[in-house]
């Protein structure tokens, strides 16, 4: 391993050996001869697929065999945002281009499943399609069928991707909640959709420590009359759900081992819904995302295959958990051959070396995880390259928040010195990303590598005006297949327009801080609703986190600027300290060194606070926007629904604050 090193933003660290021989240069060259024309950079293929969408998409679909049941009217009816529509006419099934590799990968690893005991679970491609079968026969007895929704209260498990498959075959709707949610939050999002059947168990375990979920489930059950029926996996537990009708998953799929029944597919449009995500419903009722089969489909074959470079020959993990898009992501390394590794349980139990002896044991080759477990990894100091065999990791993929500079350097000192480091950006919103690997370009520290293919994606400044070597708000300008449909019960899509469509009339907006450089690297400035406004003058919390945290004392961080109608401004930054350490004034000083050097001196806060912990989403993003909400003097109930925290305990230690921003307000 090499020694660690300073590194500056856009600095190399990483070259790819061999680029001819990726996916996405492989992909390239075909497009190449179909077109009669070549590209000498990457930058020149993207801006070919976003000023050719329809020839690109019609070529992925052709070139990853996209099985259409019936062909389309066109590519794309419709240019415009929102409102397009992709592939009209068109009819296929997400499942079926999933369990289509059990035909020439029967007895190879599809699902590897890993929880806190070590305890292993293989399924192969041939028992992934079996077990799927029995569980669309299950399903369909109880009368599912096209169009109803399937919702799975369920950790991260082989049965829950069986189910999710099993669901998509019969073309209805699946939508899922990790069983750390609480009753509330659960009844939040599945209540918008009134699914039909229910999957569940009744115990999850974390940190060692086994929760029982029987009482939850059975309010969740009281509160949708939608259900007709539970299935339950297997438990000790058992739960008192009133009338409706339980049936234990593995005895009824077990009763359908004899049933002559092939695995079918239905044929469904192209905009069929696939899933239903929500967004993290800490300020409010959830949005209740739904994306498409076709969409979906086509997105991830292009983003797995040609920017994480994933095939037959791949284990693919990320950690999530049920309840965060990445759960789908890493479902959709399937539809490349790929084996998924998933792991059920907290990443630092029994300590935070645990994934790392993961991805030893099954010899992972792409290992994704959030910034923020590898930038604890890096503060705690370990080395997980120097302690486990991590021969086969050839890329690690980050996201959830900006990896930092210190972070990415990190990774090439302490974990893999030849790994391709790829940092990105998407969300829950298109099910996939915008910017992210690009396995034929370097990696520079501090940058994301490039907009994927088809994403038109810019920096836009307040005036609407595309931005380069300055931060901007991040616009995607042209459809993409994985956009929403629309949101579950929005008449008129009133909520999916002012989501994205009010800021730039006709154009997406993210809500994140983008730079695109001279060289066309990216860098995530952090969130823009969350922006940090003083004097006119704006900067993403990420910079000021990326140089707070690099402090060693600083677990943790969270700043927000408070605005007040007499002009004035009040700016606090809560600090989480690591073990030991103390804010004395010397730590103060340093906090506001800095940020006074290497920000901005009108960005230094006003005020330090130690906290406990630092409020995080269940998905694992910092709660600015609440905290600020509650500083400025709202009603914590309405601008947080703590069961969607992932420690819902800390929030008391902000509202003690409420009075003391009311009344410091510095000019």
């Known amino acids: 391993m090499n020694e660690a090193r300073e590194v500056g933003v856009g600095d190399l660290l990483w070259t790819p050996p061999h680029p001819e021989k990726t996916k996405l240069a492989v992909f390239q060259a ?43 009217d066109t590519v794309l ?17 997400y499942a079926e281009h999933v369990i289509g590799h059990a035909e020439s990968q029967g007895d190879q690893a599809a699902i590897i499943h890993q929880d806190e005991s070590g305890q292993e679970t293989v399924l192969s491609w041939s028992e992934l399609a079996e077990q799927t079968r029995r569980a669309r026969l299950v399903l369909k007895d109880l009368g599912v069928g096209e169009g109803d929704r399937v919702a ?46 229910l999957i569940a168990k009744l115990q999850y375990s974390y940190g060692g420590k086994t929760f029982d979920r029987s009482s939850v489930l059975a309010e969740i059950v009281a509160a949708m009359p939608s259900v007709e029926a539970v299935l339950l996996l297997p438990s000790p537990v058992e739960a008192d759900l009133g009338d409706t009708p339980v049936h234990d998953w593995d005895e009824a799929l077990k009763a359908k081992a004899t049933v002559a029944d092939a695995l079918e597919f239905a044929s469904l449009p192209f905009e069929h819904p696939l899933w239903v995500l929500y967004s993290s419903g800490t300020t409010g009722k959830p949005k209740a995302i739904v994306h498409g089969h076709g969409g979906i489909l086509l997105e991830h074959l292009k983003s797995h295959s040609l920017h994480l470079d994933l095939g037959p020959e791949d284990r693919f993990f990320w950690f999530t958990t049920t309840g965060w898009v990445m759960w789908n992501v890493v479902v959709g390394g399937l539809l490349t051959g790929s084996t998924i590794v998933l792991y059920d349980g907290n990443p630092a139990y029994p300590d935070s070396r645990t994934l790392w002896s993961l991805a030893e044991r099954q010899k992972i080759t792409y290992f994704g995880a959030g910034a923020a477990f590898l930038t604890a990894c890096m503060k705690e100091g370990q080395r997980p390259g120097d302690e486990f065999d991590l021969s086969s990791v050839r890329s690690i993929g980050s996201t959830g928040s900006p990896l930092s500079v210190d972070a990415f350097a990190w990774c090439y000192d302490a974990v893999k010195s030849d790994a391709h480091i790829a940092s990105s950006s998407g969300g829950t919103d298109v099910g996939g990303g915008f910017i992210g690997g690009v396995p034929t370009r370097p990696v520079r520290a501090g940058q994301l590598q490039g907009r994927m293919l088809a994403a038109a994606v810019y920096s836009f400044d307040d005036g609407g005006n595309p931005v380069v070597g300055k931060v901007g708000e991040m616009v995607i300008t042209k459809p993409m297949p994985s956009m929403p449909l629309y949101f579950w019960n929005d008449p008129g899509d009133v909520r999916y327009r002012e989501s994205y469509f009010e800021y730039f009339p006709g154009i997406w907006r993210h809500g994140d801080f983008l730079e695109i450089t001279q060289d066309d690297q990216c860098v995530i400035h952090g969130r823009s609703d969350s922006t940090l406004n003083r004097f006119g003058i704006r900067i993403g919390t990420a910079e000021i986190y990326r140089l707070v945290e690099s402090l060693p004392e600083i677990a943790d961080s969270l700043i927000v ?7 004035s401004y009040f700016m606090p930054m809560f600090v989480q300290l690591r073990p030991g350490a103390s804010l004395d004034d010397a730590l103060k000083g340093q906090v506001r060194d800095v940020i006074r050097k290497n920000a901005s001196p009108r960005h230094v806060p006003d005020e330090i606070i130690v906290v406990s912990q630092i409020p995080y989403t269940m998905t694992g993003k910092k709660m600015e926007v609440p905290v600020k909400k509650i500083l400025q003097g709202k009603k914590t109930s309405e601008v947080i629904s703590t069961d969607a925290m992932r420690n819902p305990e800390v929030v008391g230690e902000f509202e003690s604050f409420r009075d003391l921003s009311q009344s410091i307000k510095p000019a």
């Not at 009669?36 to 050719?52: A, I, K, L, M, P």
């Not at 009816?77 to 099934?93: E, I, M, V």
């Not at 600027?561 to 002009?567: H, K, M, P, S, T």
């Open 30 to 72: 075909v497009v190449e001869e179909r077109i009669g024309r070549t590209f000498d950079e990457y930058s020149d293929f993207w801006q070919w697929s976003v000023e050719n969408l329809e020839l690109f998409w019609e070529l992925v679909a052709e070139y990853f065999g996209v099985r259409f049941h019936s062909p389309a």
């Open 77 to 93: 009816s419709d240019h415009k945002l929102p409102g397009a529509r992709w592939f009209p006419g068109a009819r296929l099934n």
């Open 152 to 197: 799975g209260y369920l950790p991260n498990s082989v049965e829950t991707v069986i189910a999710f498959l099993a669901c998509a075959s019969l073309g209805a709707t699946w939508t899922c909640s990790s069983p750390d949610f609480g009753s509330a939050t659960v009844v939040d999002r599945f209540s918008q959709v009134q699914p039909k059947v």
């Open 561 to 567: 600027n408070l605005e007040f109608q007499d002009g």
